[in-house]
């Protein structure tokens, strides 16, 4: 089964790379970065109400209504920065190096998360880590 996870994860990384490169074209004949980012999340929405509707019915929604609302709607505020930081950094420094940095980013605050929660950490996680960030750091200085 973590196979079938790995494979997702890798199919969504490539994605992402792909929904980028699309939403720079949107931003470019749009004119506006706001235009590409309500697209995105405009499909989006469409796509996972139909879906929710149909998986799940009214009911999830209901249940939903009765928590705290401030922590629902972060996560869509967090997505929205995520997409809107992807973009800007496609059109201004490229692919390579706006990925490398939201990769290791992510890697950094994930062992920070695991951390948190009292997961235990590996040294060779922690080179790994290491790694990480100074391939950044030379994906960075290749840059000129």
């Known amino acids: 089964m973590i196979w079938v996870t790995l494979l997702l994860l890798v199919v969504a990384g490539s994605a992402l790379v792909l929904q980028n490169a699309l939403m720079l074209e949107a ?3 749009s004119g ?8 995105n999340s405009a499909v989006g929405l469409v796509v996972l109400t139909i879906t929710a509707l149909a998986t799940d019915g009214t009911e999830a929604f209901a249940r939903l209504a009765q928590g ?22 496609y059109a201004r420094v490229g692919a390579t190096l706006t990925i490398s940095a939201l990769v290791a980013s992510q890697v950094v605050a994930g062992l920070g998360f695991d951390l948190w929660r009292g ?20 994906v960075f200085g290749a840059r000129g």
Not at 32 to 39: E, Q
Not at 121 to 128: W, Y
């Open 27 to 29: 931003r470019t004949v």
């Open 32 to 39: 506006s970065v706001w235009v590409a980012l309500w697209l």
């Open 68 to 89: 705290r609302l401030w922590v629902f709607l972060l996560p869509g505020l967090l997505g929205t920065l995520f997409v809107f930081a992807s973009l800007t950094g």
């Open 119 to 138: 997961t235990s950490i590996a040294p060779a996680q922690i080179a790994g880590l290491v790694l990480l960030v100074a391939g950044v750091a030379l």
